[in-house]
């Protein structure tokens, strides 16, 4: 079954220095990875997603994240922090085998607060 | 604009009754799914369907049903509301039968049970 861990409830960070965001997953076959936002009273919306190749991935506003498979990790990073990244942050996981759903399965949610 | 809608956008339900959350897509997505938004629990799956005409359950089925009659509807049902399904309930959808695609939201639907 696949499952995703987001081991912090909230992560604080000063305004212009990096972030991370944890994120661990299993899954029986390789992984197909992705994060999310949320901004209050709206619904998710899509930053990045790991599908083979590059550890490391690009996405959306600044943010990137690094594949780890020995360590069945997904973090997301940001060099420089901005207040308004201030949001909800959702890991998620699908299983890449050709004879699986397409269930997508989310981590519990990371509140990043940036002060300034 | 091409995506996803649903309705209501927020709704007060007395326990006991029942309730259809409605969500289409314009987007020729084939799969679809269905969340529940529970403060401290994240996004989990209640149903979803891989293509029309298939639905599966997802992590917390139980008091829910779908169905998938064409490609661009996928309505919820609440059978017997109870005031646990109080909750923000999210329907996505996500392109063709790729699994590497990303999954795109409506705007939820703030439902109440009393």
């Known amino acids: 079954a696949q499952s995703v861990a987001q081991p912090e409830d909230q992560v604080n960070v000063a305004e212009g220095n990096p972030l991370t965001v944890k994120c661990t997953y299993s899954?029986?076959?390789?992984?197909?990875l992705f994060w999310y936002v949320q901004y209050p009273n709206r619904g998710l919306q899509f930053l990045l997603k790991?599908?083979?190749?590059?550890?490391l991935v690009k996405g959306s506003y600044g943010f990137e994240a690094e594949f780890n498979k020995s360590q069945t990790s997904f973090h997301l990073k940001k060099p420089s922090a901005l207040v308004s990244d201030s949001a909800l942050y959702f890991c998620a996981v699908r299983d890449a085998r050709v004879d699986s759903s397409y269930k997508l399965i989310f981590g519990s949610g990371t509140r990043l607060l940036v002060r300034p | 604009i091409a995506g996803i809608t649903q309705a209501p956008t927020s709704q007060i339900l007395a326990a006991g009754r029942r309730m259809t959350l409605r969500c289409t897509q314009d987007?020729?997505?084939?799969?679809m799914y269905w969340y529940r938004q529970d403060l401290g629990l994240g996004l989990r799956l209640i149903h979803y369907s891989n293509t029309a005409g298939t639905t599966g359950k997802g992590e917390v089925p139980d008091g829910y049903s779908v169905s998938r009659a064409n490609t661009d509807d996928f309505p919820l049902t609440l059978a017997s509301a109870v005031p646990s399904q109080t909750s923000v309930y999210f329907c996505a959808s996500s392109q063709d039968r790729a699994q590497d695609t990303e999954a795109f939201f409506g705007q939820g639907t703030r439902l109440t049970v009393v």
């Open positions: 899954v029986s076959g390789n992984p197909y």
């Open positions: 987007m020729r997505h084939n799969a």
């Open positions: 790991y599908i083979t190749g590059d550890n």
